[in-house]
């Protein structure tokens, strides 16, 4: 087993969520610290384990389960997981997990610069090899466009403003690190809310860097596509925007949130929802893990 390095958010009812054939074929898109793919192999007889994850330290969890010919590591970002499997000769799957909040070995590196805690180089990146820093984002981007970026992803009121005191601040000194951030964002922030102003910023920075929005949007149009009959999706969320997104694509069957209807103006669901509200962590895990306490895990069956 691989170190510790991520406790398995809902472990339990993500599990229960996936419904496990034992011979079937699942995808873990987040693998991460690889708790949640241990817990799948488990319940796995002759059934195939593909997980998925470009952070070089998840690769290295990844080594624990090497001699298990059951699972199979791919190094590469969720959004192309379907190209990949079909180079393993896999068109569809039984079931489809993802855990999209970033780990805690990521927020507890300070190098990696995703976390308000430490003083470090503002990087964010999930994987090394992007060229996208938070540093070039507040270097480099307009003021309009970081006004986008702070509104669209962070929910930020007061993005022209913050965006604005970026520009000014920037002809100073350049904005490098996290402790200088979060003193411009600090004297924006609305008074008592600093915290989760500022965490906000800093969501919105990370989903930037790594284009989670438009990664997420490609990988749920491709599970609805590659999961058989009954095969169920997993999703785990941790804010509002990518919530929304996954509430649709179950609901709706795709990720405006526009129901489609047939002649007779029936509703079009290729997918069924588990679950009518999305399930949240139980108080004897946030005990052990606050982190979680932003989470939803919402569950689809495909008709």
Known sequence: MPDPY???VMLKESMEGLLINPDGVYV??????????AEILRSLENGKLFAF???PDARANAAAFKDDPRFTFI??????????????????VDGILADLGVSSHQIDSAERGFSTRFDAILDMRMS??????????????????LQKVFSSYGEIRN???????IV???KVEP?????????????????????KYISRIFQALRIEVNEEMAALDEMLSLSLNILKSKGRLVVISYHSLEDRKVKYMIKYGNIAGKPEKDFYGNLLRPMLPIVTKPITPAADELAVNSRARSAKLRIGEKL
């Open 128 to 145: 090394r090899e992007g060229k996208l820093t938070a540093r070039v984002v507040l270097d480099e981007y307009s003021g309009e466009e």
């Open 159 to 165: 993005a022209r403003t913050l965006a604005s005191a």
């Open 168 to 170: 000014n601040q920037r």
């Open 53 to 55: 994850d470009q952070d």
């Open 75 to 92: 190094d590469a970002n969720f959004r192309y997981f379907v190209r990949y499997l079909k180079m393993h000769n896999i068109t569809t």
């Open 175 to 195: 904005i490098h690190t996290v402790n200088r951030m979060k003193k411009i964002a600090g004297a924006l922030a609305p008074k008592g809310r600093e915290i």
């Open 28 to 37: 873990d898109l987040t693998f991460g610290g690889g708790g949640h793919a």
């Open 6 to 8: 991520h406790n398995p």
